[in-house]
């Protein structure tokens, strides 16, 4: 993808050195790291062209132009830690003491608006979580598989749902040609005809939960019938795992094909995530993939290391789940 912004050596110098100062680690206390990012911003520690380009982001969000954007040469911590494929988050936190990348995701979430969610039982119900190959999770269907993942959305089972997704490329084995996908609901709306879409609105599919989930939450067995579509372009789906209800009727199954074609016929946006990259891109109206079109190194490919936040659309959005918010920190709920 075309990026909406490059920030220039300079810029990101500036940027980074101003991030530098923000000590508190997110991971000890994500409010105080909150607020040392939030005086930045006030403080006028932000360079024009990125504040513009936040804005653009909204516009273009609001206004159905883009849900997906890019930036390019964002700032990433100099000396990043090994962090393994064994337990990447518990080493991460034990390993990194700077925390540049950290900053700019929650800088980029408070320019833009999006205030951050964060699930407790999911990495300790951290802010900033990594999207690394787990060894327990390999060849599983699961963003920590180390390999392709199918179009999907991310916890749409879950009563708080995050709005947007961002990821910001860390470590990223630059001669790999690994693309994350993205279909926004809207396009894929106007492939199905309105009785199809119709269909989609009814309670007549099922969604297995993944493997983290209920590895997260031991009682998640069963989920119960879902729409697929709801609201403008909500979606809740999992490519070759939602499926019909035993006692669903058979235009649910048309429906699910007709589905199945128009996801591949769409045209799709494609992204290669590199270091210092952010890819920003809406979660529920949308679905996202990730293709592995040539690895030089399936080893070093399980280096590839993505720092990725949850966001609502906006403060209005976060406030109606206020009493989720568990420990007393906004954007912080169960699971
Ligand atoms: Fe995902």
Known sequence: MEALLVLTDSERSQLTERLETVEVSPYEDYLAFSDRVSKLVIDGGVPERLLRAADRIREERSSGVSEAHVLRNCPVDEDLPDIGNEDPSAEKKSRKVTF????????????????????????????????????????????????????????????????????????????????????????????????????????????PFDVVSRDANTELDSTPSHPILSGVSSLRYLDTHTTAADDAPVEAKDALLALKNALTRVPKQRHRMQQGDVLTFANQSALHNREQIEVQDPTRALGRWLLKTYAFSDQAAADTHRDAWIDGIPGKVGD
Not at 132 to 149: F, R
């Open 100 to 207: 540049i990348g950290e900053a700019f995701l929650e800088l980029l979430a408070q320019i833009t608006r999006t205030p951050l969610l964060s699930y407790a039982n999911r990495f300790g119900g951290d802010f900033f979580i990594d999207v690394v190959a787990i060894n327990k999770y390999l060849g599983q269907q699961t963003g920590y598989n180390g390999g392709e993942v199918v179009f999907h959305n991310d916890r749409t089972a879950h009563p708080v749902r995050a709005d947007y997704i961002t990821l910001l490329g860390m470590r990223c084995p630059p001669d790999d040609l690994v693309y994350t996908g993205f279909v926004a609901g809207r396009r894929l709306l106007a492939e199905l005809s309105a009785e199809t879409q119709q269909v989609l609105r009814e309670p007549y599919f099922v969604t």
